[in-house]
C-alpha cells in the first residue's frame, strides 16, 4: 500500500468513526473483518478518492449494512 492509499485509508476511518459515532479502532475492526478494507477501498483508491466526503461515506455506510456489519 503506497502512502496515499495509506492516507486515503486513514481518513475513511477517521470519517467513518464520526459519522456513525464509533471509535477507529472498532471501524477498522468492522471495514478488515468484512472484507471492505482489502477488498473495496484499498483495490477501488484510484475512484473513491475523487468522491466528495458526504458520496464516499454513504457509499461505505451502505457497503458496512450490505455486509451485515452495520445495522442502519
Do not use: W
Not at 467513518?16 to 468492522?30: D, F, I, K, P, T
Not at 478494507?37 to 483495490?43: A, F, N, S, W
Not at 468522491?51 to 458496512?64: A, Q, V
Amino acid at each position: 500500500m503506497d502512502r496515499n492509499t495509506l492516507e486515503f485509508v486513514t481518513y475513511c476511518i477517521s470519517k467513518l468513526a464520526q459519522r456513525l459515532n464509533l471509535s477507529q479502532g472498532e471501524v477498522y475492526n468492522r471495514l478488515k473483518s468484512s472484507g471492505i478494507l482489502y477488498d473495496y477501498i484499498v483495490p477501488s483508491y484510484d475512484v473513491l478518492h475523487t468522491f466528495s466526503s458526504r458520496y464516499l461515506m454513504d457509499d461505505l455506510t451502505d457497503y458496512m449494512a450490505e455486509k451485515g456489519v452495520l445495522q442502519q
